[in-house]
């Protein structure tokens, strides 16, 4: 079961830069409720309140029992992007924005090692068959180590609970009817319809 998804934001320049915030200089943790994800669907379904719903891909990696990564997958931090520039105008925080049903779409997980293997690995994500983010994790601000000791020293994490480590640039809107395919280069690959 997932309690917990511990997400970062800004951890890559290029993307940080295209929504005109700065980059940080410690890792930006938000959270997105555990009943957000889905697991290996086919369907992300947008809710009927949204207005302008956008794709993040980014790597995902779970907590196991002893607190150590031992599986990752590729997820989508599905994200209202109308509501979320509103809330940070105001200085709210992002909830409404981020935490809403079906806004964790995560691939089947493939078992990993170690973050090292992690760490040199292209993300890329197609809307209809056009490429709309490529990026790789060697981008990162801050790294999966950094960004895994960050979460165990703040924050009460569980087994089980995933941390999503913040998207490359690209990010864009998805309409009902788009297909999306997320890959993570030689490890995973994953389909979803927009309803
Ligand atoms: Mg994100």
């Given amino acids: 079961m997932i309690r917990n ?16 915030n700065s980059v940080p200089t410690q ?12 697991l290996a669907a086919s369907e992300i379904k947008l809710p009927e309140w949204s207005k302008d719903v956008h794709h993040e891909i980014e790597l995902a990696l ?23 520039a509103e809330l940070k105008a105001k200085g709210h925080p992002w909830t409404l924005a981020k935490s809403f049903k ?6 089947a997980f493939f078992p990993v090692k170690n973050l090292e293997e992690l760490k040199n690995l292209n993300l890329v994500l197609k809307v209809n068959d056009e490429v709309r983010q490529n990026g790789n994790t060697a981008q990162m601000i801050f790294s999966l180590q950094t960004l ?32 999306l395919e997320a890959e993570i280069a030689g490890k995973v690959r994953h389909m979803w319809k927009v309803v």
Avoid at 72 to 84: G, K, M, P, S
């Fill in 5 to 20: 998804i511990w997400a970062v934001g800004r951890n890559y320049a290029d993307h940080a830069k295209e929504l005109g």
């Fill in 27 to 38: 890792p930006m943790i938000f959270l997105k409720a555990g009943s957000c994800a889905s």
């Fill in 62 to 84: 779970r907590f196991d029992q002893n607190l150590q990564i031992s599986d990752a997958a590729v997820a989508i931090d599905v994200t209202e992007r109308a509501f979320q």
């Fill in 102 to 107: 079906d806004s964790c779409p995560l691939s």
């Fill in 148 to 179: 895994v000791d960050f979460v165990l020293t703040h924050f009460p994490v569980t087994p089980g609970d995933v941390l999503l480590t913040g998207t490359p640039a690209g990010v864009g809107a998805m309409k009902s009817g788009d297909i």
